[in-house]
């Protein structure tokens, strides 16, 4: 089949972000202006750059995240495992605005070294980010919708030593999941190694 996105599909339910996966989980943590915490997952989430180690999240809507963002220039990213999935899914709630979810989700929170806003004290890791920067995302007509992207340098990294195995980060052992199209996730279950061709290191 081929379809015009804006012109629909045609089927029950939209193809294009089952298509578009997996995708890692941005769970975003978040301090306002004013000392209230906020954790929500972004499933339009990526790292896009290693030296210095660079991420970006989008978010489509004027949320409590992009707001606090603006204010203070910074967040941390948790990394979003199988063991918290249940947690996670309560934060992604529109809580209403004041309400901090890392209470509601009954999450402990941990002091970060190098920005304000809390991590997850139970995260197999977490990265602390200041913004570089802030943009609208406009379509081809030049429409943003309130779809905006922040874009961070990665300053800090927390890992948990039992995420570590033999100097690798172990994502099978960290469970790490990952967001897929309509309610669906994915555990990973097995890694395969093929190194490129020129047979450099990854660092």
């Avoid at 002091?111 to 081809?140: F, N, S």
């Avoid at 874009?151 to 990294?157: F, M, T």
């Avoid at 395969?192 to 047979?199: I, K």
Wanted: hydrophobic share 45%; net charge negative; charged share 20%.
């Amino acid at each position: 089949m081929f379809y015009h996105p804006r012109q629909g599909h045609g089927l029950p339910h939209d193809p294009f972000r089952a298509i578009v996966s997996p995708r890692p989980i941005g769970w975003i943590s978040t301090r306002s202006a004013a000392g209230i915490d906020n954790l929500a997952p972004y499933s339009f989430f990526n790292a896009i750059a290693g030296h210095p180690p660079m991420v970006m999240f989008a978010s489509e809507g004027h949320k409590h995240t992009i707001a606090n963002v603006r204010e203070t220039g910074e967040f941390v990213v948790n990394l979003a495992t199988r063991a918290l999935a249940e947690p996670l899914n309560r934060t992604s709630i529109a809580w209403p605005e004041g309400v901090d979810e890392f209470e509601v989700a009954g999450l402990a929170k941990a002091p970060c070294r190098l920005v304000a806003a809390p991590r997850l004290a139970v995260a197999a890791a977490a990265l602390e980010c200041r913004v570089t920067a802030i943009h609208p995302i406009p379509d081809l007509s030049g429409d943003t919708a309130e779809r905006t992207m922040a874009i961070a340098e990665v300053v800090g990294i927390h890992i948990d030593d039992a995420a570590l195995t033999d100097g690798h980060f172990d994502m099978l052992r960290a469970g790490t999941i990952a967001r897929c199209g309509y309610w669906d996730y994915q555990t990973s279950e097995s890694l395969f190694v093929m190194p490129r061709p020129d047979h450099i290191e990854p660092h």
